[in-house]
């Protein structure tokens, strides 16, 4: 890497948690968003000799990775069968519409706070599962319990997490808030 | 069907049947707040999967979750009765998950592996106290803080700083001086003013409400700063980033080194220790003092000096010499299943206080002795702490009558380990009850049962002789410890004589 191309790369890591929540909003399919902020950087590092880079990054990364996640959502739904498609639609209907703006960055900063604050067993199937990649079938089998007990536990977790991020954002959990 | 959660989650997964795929359709179409809920258990999801090298870094997880033995007979009519109460009651399962063997956890993130002259305007700490995400104010003093990631801060009172994780923390005013070893690259810094990035290096931060100036002493750090490009800070560079930003040269005399640390600890351990050989030597004068061991023998002895007017002196048993508190301050470490100290204690006392300062490494046994008195009966006593961290005195009933176990609430966690702490437990006949303190501090009233005198005879510390002197099935009760006084009193020391021993 030249020090231009160095330089662009710093620029893109600063906003990189920023790039994953737009590509969160218009490609709302499981695990495409790795996807979308891998493609934005290449594409991002591949032109930068066209951008200014003494100008906010944030405009120009926003619809770069408004088109990519559009373009990867298509191709990766254009796989599925029609019952899936049509339920992938409406999703994505439902994201775009949404009108909070996406604060990926501001919660996934609080959620390593709230994973601490997780009782042990609850931090324990999030370990397992997003983690060590433990299938909620798998976790049924080794617990000897049904896989729905598994999924409705992932679920409360997850919304036990949401309202502990919600919770620290609402009262400037920040420390520089 | 499965029900809503169960078809977000496999959504989620990519493990939708169409079937399931045609339902959640539905769903959603009949139900809008179903979307909105979707829209969040997807958001979660992918920001726990982004999550994951951080929250566990190199770290394998085989959880407890398991059962251990999962086909004998008796555990499966278990596991079945268990799992048809859990159909019927649609029971929550992460209160239902099969016993794991317990294993305990922290949410400390940081350690406090230093300080000198500290004055704390949040909750005080001790060197050696873990520290878990949240907020630190720091009204004077030098604190070095050691990140687990491996990022090492001297902070300068006053100081307002916040930990976040083992790999960032935040800073509203005060003075920092950072080292950020290769492992620890990517430490974050945030300020008011903007954000500071590591790339292993060491470097100030002074920030006060106008500005913070990062000032980098070896390596290289990034400044980034809301709708500002990102900013490169080289070995020798200062910058000043308030409204607009200005370069400087960097100034390492601004902030504490560590080997202005060193000094400083140095010349506080010295205070501290002539404090307390003052205050020690105090004690001795006290006629209802009958043991204080301050452990300042030489170090090739065997017996320890008892320093009240009367008594005998202690004799050790496999315990070795180590450092106590402070240089120059000596202790005894116990490890093995042999080390202890005989000694004489009052062979029957009306009121009774003991106090010791003692670093427990863990708690290896049921019951880890701290005093005991050999054997058991007869009003003899028994102070230890149980396995889960509870202090305990217990007191042996007197013919055939039941003994009383007086005991804390669970005080020792593994956070407490490692550090000295000032232990005291008072039997006190006129508001017939025992008080258990630790640093000055009272934790627990325990009314007692019978208030009759009590008979300690000969003892040990750090261990406990069963009276028998061969045979087997001998309990093991000993210390996993170091120990560097011990005093015994028989009478009721008040409050503010044990808050002036554990100062």
Redesign the interface.
């Given at each position: 890497m030249n020090i231009a191309e160095t330089?662009a790369a710093?620029?893109f890591l600063?906003h990189h948690d920023f790039v994953?929540g737009v590509a969160?909003k218009y490609a709302?399919w499981?695990?495409l968003?790795?996807d979308v902020t891998q493609q934005v950087f290449l594409e991002f590092m591949a032109k930068e000799s066209q951008w200014d880079?003494?100008?906010?990054?944030r405009p120009l990364l926003a619809t770069m990775t408004r088109h990519i996640a559009m373009r990867l959502w298509r191709e990766r739904t254009r796989q599925q069968?029609d019952?899936?498609q049509?339920?992938a639609d409406?999703?994505r209907q439902?994201?775009e519409e949404?009108e909070m703006p996406p604060r990926?960055e501001d919660?996934?900063?609080v959620?390593?706070?709230c994973?601490?604050?997780l009782?042990?067993?609850?931090?324990?199937?999030?370990?397992?599962y997003?983690?060590?990649d433990v299938?909620?079938p798998q976790?049924a089998e080794?617990?000897?319990?049904k896989a729905?007990?598994?999924?409705?536990?992932?679920?409360?977790?997850?919304e036990k997490?949401?309202e502990c991020i919600e919770q620290n954002l609402n009262r400037g959990g920040?420390?520089?808030a | 069907m499965?029900?809503a959660?169960?078809l977000?989650?496999?959504?989620?997964?990519?493990t939708?049947t169409?079937a399931e795929?045609?339902e959640?359709?539905t769903q959603?179409?009949n139900e809008p707040q179903l979307?909105?809920k979707?829209?969040?258990?997807?958001?979660?999801?992918?920001?726990?999967?982004?999550?994951?090298p951080?929250?566990?870094p190199g770290k394998?997880?085989q959880?407890?979750?398991?059962?251990r033995h999962?086909f004998t007979f008796g555990t499966v009519t278990t596991?079945a009765a268990v799992?048809a109460c859990?159909a019927l009651a649609g029971a929550?399962?992460?209160?239902s998950?099969?016993k794991p063997t317990t294993?305990d956890?922290t949410?400390s993130?940081a350690v406090l592996t230093r300080g000198v002259n500290l004055e704390w305007e949040s909750a005080a700490i001790a060197p050696g106290t873990p520290l878990?995400?949240g907020?630190l104010k720091l009204k004077s003093g030098i604190a070095q803080i050691e990140f687990y990631q491996g990022a090492r801060l001297l902070i300068e009172g006053p100081a307002e700083f916040?930990l976040?994780?083992s790999g960032?923390?935040?800073?509203?005013h005060g003075k920092l001086s950072v080292n950020v070893p290769p492992q620890a690259k990517g430490f974050r810094i945030?300020?008011?003013k903007g954000t500071i990035v590591d790339l292993g290096t060491e470097f100030g931060l002074d920030v006060s409400d106008e500005s913070a100036e990062v000032h980098v002493f070896k390596g290289e750090v990034?400044l980034?700063k809301a709708?500002?490009?990102?900013k490169?800070l080289k070995e020798g560079q200062a910058m000043a980033f308030a409204a607009e930003s200005q370069m400087l040269e960097a100034n390492l005399s601004n902030f504490a080194s560590l080997s202005d640390l060193d000094s400083r600890t140095a010349l506080s351990d010295r205070t501290q220790l002539d404090r307390w050989r003052f205050a020690s030597d105090q004690l001795n004068a006290d006629s209802a003092l009958k043991l204080h061991f301050n452990f300042q023998d030489d170090d090739s002895s065997r017996s320890l000096q008892n320093h009240a007017t009367h008594g005998e002196d202690g004799s050790i048993v496999g315990a070795s010499w180590t450092t106590g508190r402070w240089p120059g301050k000596g202790a005894l470490e116990f490890r093995n299943v042999s080390d202890r100290v005989r000694l004489s204690a009052p062979n029957e006392v009306k009121a009774l206080t003991m106090a010791m300062w003692v670093r427990i490494n863990g708690l290896d046994r049921a019951f880890n002795s701290l005093f005991m008195s050999e054997g058991w009966g007869d009003r003899k006593i028994h102070w230890q702490i149980t396995r889960e961290g509870r202090i305990r005195l217990g007191i042996a009933g007197a013919a055939g009558k039941g003994h009383q176990d007086c005991d804390t609430e669970v005080f020792f966690t593994p956070e407490r380990f490692g550090r000295w702490m000032h232990l005291t437990v008072v039997f006190d006949p006129q508001t017939k009850e025992v008080r258990h303190y630790a640093n000055g501090s009272l934790l627990a009233k325990i009314a007692l049962k019978d208030a009759a005198p009590l008979k300690p005879g000969v003892a040990e510390l750090g261990n406990w002789n069963d009276r028998r002197s061969i045979g087997n099935g001998i309990a093991i009760r000993h210390l996993s410890g170091t120990m560097d006084e011990f005093a015994l009193w028989d009478r009721v020391l008040g409050e503010a004589e044990i808050q002036a021993m554990a100062r």
């Open positions: 330089h710093q620029v600063v994953k969160l709302p499981p695990g968003m790795e880079l003494s100008m906010d990054a069968p019952v899936v049509k339920l409406h999703i439902l994201a949404r990926y919660e996934v900063r959620l390593r706070t994973l601490q604050k009782p042990q067993k609850s931090r324990e199937l999030v370990e397992l997003y983690y060590n299938s909620t976790i080794q617990i000897q319990m729905d007990t598994v999924c409705r536990a992932l679920s409360r977790v997850r997490l949401r920040r420390a520089h | 499965p029900d959660d169960t977000i989650q496999h959504y989620l997964e990519g939708l169409h795929a045609e959640l359709h959603l179409q979307g909105s979707l829209l969040q258990h997807f958001e979660m999801d992918a920001m726990l999967r982004s999550t994951k951080l929250a566990v394998l997880i959880p407890a979750l398991i059962p999962r596991v799992a859990i929550w399962l992460l209160l998950l099969p294993e956890t949410a993130v878990s995400p907020l916040q976040i994780s960032e923390a935040a800073c509203t945030n300020t008011p990034e980034h709708a500002e490009s990102m490169s």
